[in-house]
């Protein structure tokens, strides 16, 4: 009975005509699309692979039959080359369709409406904007219409509002967050009355950015922070030069690993590139303020401070950034800065020399100490002359010290900067997700 339906149904069926029994009357076909599966997104080329299926529904007024003169049979199974079929094409794809694409059957009612879900890999193109790589939103279409057939002969519509996700299956890198279906038209410029009637289908994907953290930014961010550790390492240690250089060396190979995975254009730079610029920048800038506080550091004592750069570092600077002075190292040097004038100094002499003579011969201590009391006065006369050299000439000890204070003041002012620096461009690459606009949807 199925194969007597058939015969009648296709008899002098012209697959070239139109569904319609009257000349004038569009075709009505309504559209759906049922995405299946992301593919990727290549950033590089601009174009999105996703894999789905396009629901066509449509009336053909030539395809019916009463279901009680052929023992109820209510619908039947067309292969797709016996019967009229509306043009689907991809407006904005990148590749041809897959062969297989028209092989699909065809379910048709008996009261001639005809079901039809082809299916196939979608290779369109789509405009990306990786401004906020990895935090980005793309909005990519997939536009379905025909090229062959304009408005007042076939309308392809759509059928529903948004994209069917049903069946989705999770990507590993984009997350569909919304979708949404709008039909249009296409005029040319040539005929302004003649349109071309399209179905837009635009999904709103977002990036999982939780392997870019985890292999590009945080590795990258443990690197800046030993790029600061260099400022906290003395400069009599030796190794500042070596450490910064390591850290720098470091960045390099990082970056080279880190140009794989980031998007090769140039009509956006993203953020992301920028940071690591910023942060590689930053590292080359703390080698460079390094040799300056080494050079400060292991300055020649015979040229001194000079009172400008004394008064601006270790005067002001130092107490804005609460840096305390040091004390020279060497314990006869503080010992002598004890004793305020000559008195004290041949005081200290008689009772040293009176202390030795006592624990050696006391009677040969009474005697000296008779003549220590006469020669007090010529001690004191001695002493006095050089003192007061002393105390209007700085010494090679007061001078290097001196020197090492202004790099220590500059060391700590450079780490503060170079650390601020760093916690900035940190915090605005962290804080993009928030402060970044979402597309309009």
């Given at each position: 009975m199925e194969q007597e339906l058939l015969r009648r149904l296709l008899h002098d069926y012209d697959v070239d005509a139109r569904g319609v029994l009257d000349v004038l009357d569009p075709v009505v076909v309504k559209i759906q699309l049922l995405l299946l599966r992301i593919h990727g997104l290549d950033e590089r080329s601009q174009v999105l692979t996703t894999t789905g299926l396009i629901i066509c529904d449509w009336d053909d007024g030539r395809l019916k039959w009463n279901s009680s003169e052929y023992e109820g049979i209510r619908d039947i199974v067309i292969k797709p080359e016996r019967v009229w079929l509306p043009e689907l094409a991809l407006m904005n794809g990148a590749d041809e369709l897959s062969p297989d694409f028209r092989k699909i059957r065809i379910l048709v009612q008996h009261d001639g409406h005809v079901h039809w879900e082809p299916g196939g890999v979608f290779t369109t193109t789509c405009d990306i904007d990786i401004r906020y790589f990895p935090f980005d939103d793309q909005s990519c279409p997939i536009q379905l219409g025909a090229w062959a057939y304009?408005?007042?002969?076939?309308?392809?519509?759509?059928?529903?509002?948004?994209?069917?996700?049903?069946?989705?299956?999770?990507?590993g890198e984009w997350d569909i967050y919304h979708t949404k279906v709008e039909w249009k038209e296409n005029v040319l410029p040539c005929c302004p009355n003649t349109r071309y009637p399209f179905v837009e289908f635009t999904l709103f994907l977002k990036r999982r950015h939780m392997f870019y953290v985890m292999n590009i930014i945080l590795p990258c961010t443990l690197l800046s922070i030993l790029v600061m550790v260099v400022f906290c390492l003395p400069p009599d240690a030796g190794e500042k030069i070596?450490?910064?250089?390591?850290?720098?060396?470091?960045?390099?190979?990082?970056?080279?690993?880190?140009?794989?995975?980031?998007?090769?254009?140039s009509l956006h730079t993203p953020i992301i590139v920028i940071y690591l610029t910023c942060t590689m920048a930053l590292g080359t800038l703390s080698v460079c303020l390094t040799v300056v506080i080494l050079n400060l550091h292991h300055r020649d004592a015979e040229r001194p401070v000079p009172k400008l750069l004394r008064l601006l570092v270790l005067h002001w600077l130092a107490t804005i950034m609460r840096v305390h002075a040091r004390k020279p190292k060497t314990m006869a040097r503080n010992r002598l800065?004890?004793?305020?004038?000559?008195?004290?100094?041949?005081?200290?002499?008689?009772?040293?020399?009176?202390?030795?003579?006592?624990?050696?011969?006391?009677?040969?201590?009474?005697?000296?100490?008779?003549?220590?009391?006469?020669?007090?006065?010529?001690?004191?006369?001695?002493?006095?002359?050089?003192?007061?050299?002393?105390?209007?000439?700085?010494?090679?000890?007061?001078?290097?010290?001196?020197?090492?204070?202004?790099?220590?003041?500059?060391?700590?002012?450079?780490?503060?900067?170079?650390?601020?620096?760093?916690?900035?461009?940190?915090?605005i690459i962290l804080l993009v997700p928030a402060y970044k606009h979402d597309p309009v949807i």
């Open positions: 304009y408005s007042s002969r076939m309308n392809m519509t759509n059928a529903s509002s948004e994209v069917l996700t049903h069946d989705f299956r999770l990507n070596s450490l910064g250089i390591s850290v720098l060396l470091a960045f390099t190979v990082f970056l080279l690993m880190v140009a794989e995975n980031v998007p090769r254009t800065r004890d004793i305020s004038s000559p008195n004290e100094l041949s005081t200290s002499l008689e009772n040293g020399l009176r202390q030795v003579l006592n624990n050696q011969n006391p009677v040969l201590s009474s005697k000296i100490n008779g003549q220590l009391e006469d020669e007090q006065l010529d001690v004191e006369n001695l002493g006095r002359r050089p003192f007061r050299e002393n105390r209007s000439k700085p010494s090679r000890t007061d001078l290097t010290h001196e020197w090492k204070e202004v790099a220590h003041v500059l060391d700590s002012l450079f780490f503060v900067i170079i650390f601020t620096s760093m916690t900035a461009s940190a915090m």
